[in-house]
């Protein structure tokens, strides 16, 4: 069965840092870009960041750009968003996501995903 699993989310203040992790059983995540996915209520989703399969090449939505990371550890099987600098306006749910075939260019669109996690909700207020 394909399946990821996020955690980390939370309440946090402004200012804070959260480290997201999700886990893949079912697959391997070796071949796969991966991305964070999120949407806040009343919302489209929003690709925050995305990674291709070699880790090669990274991108992040201008809105995150300087404060979150995105990193993979294939040994593991497993992907993190580590967020620092939170603001009120990250508040949302969060998705990981995973694709195998993939332009580059395209790996940060949420439409191209194929397997979604369930989503963790991170909420930045005082």
């Known amino acids: 069965q394909v399946q990821l699993v996020e955690s980390g989310g939370g309440l946090v203040q402004p200012g804070g840092s959260l480290r997201l992790s999700c886990a893949a059983s079912g697959f391997t995540l070796d071949y796969y870009a991966i991305g964070w996915v999120r949407q806040a209520p009343g919302k489209e989703r929003e690709g925050v960041s995305c990674?291709?399969?070699?880790?090669?090449?990274?991108s992040y939505a201008d809105s995150v750009k300087g404060r979150f990371t995105i990193s993979r550890d294939n040994a593991k099987n497993t992907m993190y968003l580590q967020m620092n600098n939170l603001k009120p306006e990250d508040t949302a749910v969060y998705y990981c996501?995973?694709?195998?075939?993939?332009?580059?260019?395209?790996?940060?669109?949420?439409?191209?995903?194929?397997?979604w996690g369930q989503g963790t909700q991170v909420t930045v207020s005082s």
């Open positions: 996501a995973a694709v195998s075939t993939v332009p580059v260019q395209a790996m940060c669109i949420p439409e191209v995903y194929d397997h």
């Open positions: 990674i291709n399969s070699s880790g090669s090449s990274t």
